[in-house]
């Protein structure tokens, strides 16, 4: 599976977990596939965002929850079926974090990591380990979103492009 991280301003500064091929318990849901409309009723229903990069034709959606909340909406594209363990495929992950914006700075100046100011209060913060990750904090939502794709550039591409973004 991929590997991605996790910024986090609580007890630890970085965790690491495994991607959206990750295990959940009966708390978590399962990789499926889903609909644009079925991914708008599950965020109407968690009562709080779910991001995405929209529509990716001819990709299909892939949506897993976490025990903990998180949402991972991932974009299978070809023969490849839910749940598989492949790192080839884009990956767009929410994470609940309090003050997320102000966290996320701390960690990137403490850690050294590279931060693009997309905005007056929004932010993409780079691990120069692992480009094909970007953390995104939009202004002062209690989330932090993060950005895997199969290459720096594609990742760079997404997030610069603005189609990241909740569901709607």
Known sequence: ??????????????????????????????ARIVTPNTLRSIARALGRPVYWAGE???????????????????????????????????????????????????????????????????VAVTNPNSPRNIHVVFGEQPYQVEVYAPTGKDARQIVRSGAVEPVG
């Open 1 to 30: 599976g991929i590997v991605v991280w996790q910024l986090d301003g609580n007890a630890r500064n970085d965790q690491t977990a495994t991607g959206p091929a990750a295990s959940t318990n009966a708390a978590g849901i399962a």
């Open 56 to 122: 990716r034709p001819p990709a299909r959606l892939e949506y897993t929850q976490a025990s903990d909340g998180s949402t991972y909406v991932r974009y299978l594209t070809g023969s490849a079926r839910a749940g598989t363990h492949d790192s080839a495929y884009v990956v767009i992950a929410t994470y609940a974090q309090p003050d997320a914006l102000s966290r996320v700075r701390a960690i990137a100046r403490t850690k050294h990591f590279n931060v693009e100011e997309l905005s007056r209060d929004e």
